[in-house]
């Protein structure tokens, strides 16, 4: 019986758990299959700083490939599992070969919902932003003067919709909901970003939905909205949120409910795998999270190569997550599942706000909107339990700093 682990997933998480595993001086044989011909990379500056041109590719990456021979760690682009035999401990590849494993990791991340072909999905010049191959699409396409549509008005869409102003585009935004980022953040947070957007001469369309992508040729040349209007494009970005990639381990007889089902210790149904990011549905306050983010992804991934690596303690998330828009940085620290109030509290200097989130009378979580000091005073306050007082956090003038004092 081999004691290979073989990582499926080439991507943030599936990184972080080789590297850490050989920081922890684990030496088993070690396996990553990626699907892309590049080596793993950050992704979150694809679509920002990659995107802009202010940023190399070679700078993405998170180490050069002499560092996988350095550390055994065979990887193998390009090539993708297409099976999984958990009865023999093999992954079958798209070529046929075979690998034993000891220890199976799923990274598989996630892929971007796409639209339908019905209603002009796969007409040329529509786009998605998750990887390379993305980004460097919509570079050709972001030329001065052009027109993009960005369907969703979630982070993804907001982001993508500051990086095509920066390059001169002319923007709009649609979002079929009652306004953008409905499903993330609170009104208040929303309002801010509106603003902000609108500032750049972003036009947003809110309670508007696309009926169909218009073509000419084969391309993207329009688009009929739900509010009877038509408008003329040149490309479209589709940001309407993103799906598991959990069908192998479904394939397999694991456990998946919108991701692969793990404990504690990011465990899946089957004790000699273990699932990490995007991918994986994971234990939260007596129910279940899936949570799209670099830093879960890092942490998790990390948290199981701890696990095998002999320890024994359980993975206990503590969300926090970023957006970069423009010159604005947005920090968010805990998860507003479930919220039922929330209290805005202005910055110490222009243009920064913060906006906290209660549920039944309990701190939960902060947006931070270019307020560096309340996501800190936020963040810990989550990590030290502390329900801070609403009096003073409504005072823009009050030192977060006593809050911190309460515990």
Not at 158 to 167: F, M
Not at 206 to 217: A, H, I, P, S
Not at 291 to 316: C, K, R
């Amino acid at each position: 019986m081999t004691d290979r682990l073989v990582i499926i997933g080439a991507g943030q998480a599936g990184f972080a758990l080789a590297a850490k595993l050989r920081a922890l001086k684990d030496t088993r044989p070690i396996t990553i299959i990626g699907a892309e011909n590049a080596l793993p990379y950050q992704r979150p500056p694809l679509t920002k700083k990659y995107l802009l041109g202010e940023m190399a590719f070679d700078r993405l990456m998170f180490r050069p490939e002499q560092w996988y021979a350095d550390n055994d760690v065979d990887i193998r682009l390009s090539t993708w599992a297409e099976q999984i035999k958990r009865e023999s401990r093999q992954v079958i590849l798209q070529d046929g070969s075979v690998l034993e494993y000891g220890t199976l990791a799923l990274t598989t991340g996630s892929t971007p919902r796409a639209l339908p072909a019905a209603i002009g999905g796969d007409l040329e010049g529509v786009y998605v932003a998750r990887d390379k191959r993305d980004a460097d699409l919509l570079a050709d396409e972001m030329r001065p003067g052009r027109r993009v549509l960005i369907i969703g008005g979630g982070y993804i869409g907001l982001e993508a919709a500051a990086v095509a102003r920066h390059r001169g585009l002319e923007v709009t935004v649609i979002e079929m909901a009652d306004r953008i980022l409905q499903r993330v953040a609170a009104k208040e947070t929303a309002d801010i970003m509106r603003v902000i957007h609108e500032s750049h001469d972003v036009v947003i369309r809110e309670k508007t939905g696309l009926k169909r992508l218009v073509g000419k040729d084969g391309r993207v040349s329009a688009a009929a909205l739900s509010d009877g209007s038509t408008i003329g494009i040149d490309f479209a970005i589709v940001g309407i949120g993103v799906v598991p990639n959990d069908q192998l381990a479904k394939e397999a007889g694991l456990e998946v409910a919108n991701g692969i089902v793990v404990d504690e210790f990011a465990r899946s149904s089957d004790p000699s795998i273990y699932a990490a990011g995007d991918c994986a549905v994971q234990p939260w306050e007596g129910g279940q999270i899936r949570l799209e983010s670099v830093q879960n992804a890092v942490d998790q991934a990390e948290a199981i190569a701890a696990i095998i690596a002999g320890g024994t303690s359980p993975y206990e998330p503590k969300p926090w997550f970023w957006s970069d828009q423009y010159d604005v940085k947005l920090q968010i620290a805990g998860f507003n599942l479930g919220y039922d109030e929330t209290l805005l509290r202005p910055g110490s200097r222009e243009g920064a706000h913060s906006v906290w989130y209660f549920r039944k009378g309990v701190f939960i979580a902060v947006d931070a909107i270019n307020d560096a000091k309340a996501y800190v005073a936020g963040k810990k306050m989550l990590e030290m339990g502390i329900n801070p007082d609403k009096s003073i956090l409504a005072d823009g003038s009050a030192d977060l700093k006593q809050l911190l004092a309460q515990s």
